[in-house]
């Protein structure tokens, strides 16, 4: 087992143009997570998939952001109409069911920093 | 929201002194977990602890769950220690869906 995967490292783009980035989890983890992070910050959750169901998405994610997860497996995040302040690090994380646990342990990939010029 | 507090934010040390970090969480937790963070970025997993106590080496956690703290230590530092310690919880009731809340961070620099 590899752990989970991201990609690109690192991206920089223009203030109004589209990215998208990559998450592939850890095999066979149902549950796939994304976080953003900013210098001095801890990680800020953003949005969670159980399979291929987007649950819950945070106040931080706007409607500039969308994420997706076909079949369950890999997943991206895309952000439109690109911010200065989306220069962030993003995060993917995935964890599967333990016996006798009600949340299970998470497994962080090693981000996306992008940087918005 | 829960709050999570992390103290000291900031830990100089000298290579072989031991340290206590405190995180403090203000509601009830079905997860808690400590990570360290690289200076490349990387979360790197050092306890899953809802509850209990745990040891991995150097390293060793408790988590009071009834007193909503957990406490992370590390003996014998070495230079490869530094970089930042997150704990971050999962509240009680979300089952996992809303993700976990962080802390803000022990920035700990051990020095040769």
């Not at chain 1, 801890?42 to 987007?54: D, V, W």
């Not at chain 2, 997860?31 to 991995?56: A, C, D, E, V």
């Not at chain 2, 408790?62 to 970089?83: H, M, P």
Request: some cysteine; overall charge neutral.
């Amino acid at each position: 087992d590899t752990g989970v995967s991201q990609d690109p490292r690192h991206k920089i783009t223009k203030r109004g143009q589209n990215v998208t980035f990559r998450c592939d989890p850890i095999s066979e983890h149902n549950r796939l997570y994304w976080y953003r992070q900013t210098l001095g910050q801890g990680p800020e959750f953003l949005t969670y998939f159980q399979n291929e169901a987007q649950l819950e998405k945070s106040r931080l994610l706007s409607d500039r952001f969308s994420a997706e997860r076909p079949k369950g497996s890999f997943s991206t995040l895309e952000i439109q109409r690109t911010e200065q302040g989306d220069s962030a690090m993003y995060l993917c994380a995935s964890s599967s069911p333990k016996a006798g646990h009600i949340t299970y342990e998470q497994y962080f990939g090693p981000g996306t920093r992008l940087t918005v010029t | 929201g829960i709050q999570v507090e992390q103290s000291p934010p900031d830990l100089i040390l000298q290579e072989g002194a031991n340290s206590t970090l405190r995180c403090n969480f203000s509601d009830s937790v079905n997860n808690l977990q400590w990570f360290h963070q690289n200076p490349w970025g990387q979360l790197i997993n050092l306890f899953y602890i809802p509850s209990g106590t745990k040891q991995n080496g150097r390293l060793s956690a408790t988590t009071v769950a009834t007193e909503r703290y957990s406490l992370l230590y590390i003996s014998s530092s070495q230079t490869t220690d530094s970089g930042v310690y997150f704990c971050a919880v999962d509240p009680e009731g979300g089952g996992g869906a809303d993700g976990l809340t962080f802390g803000k961070g022990t920035h700990l620099i051990i020095q040769p």
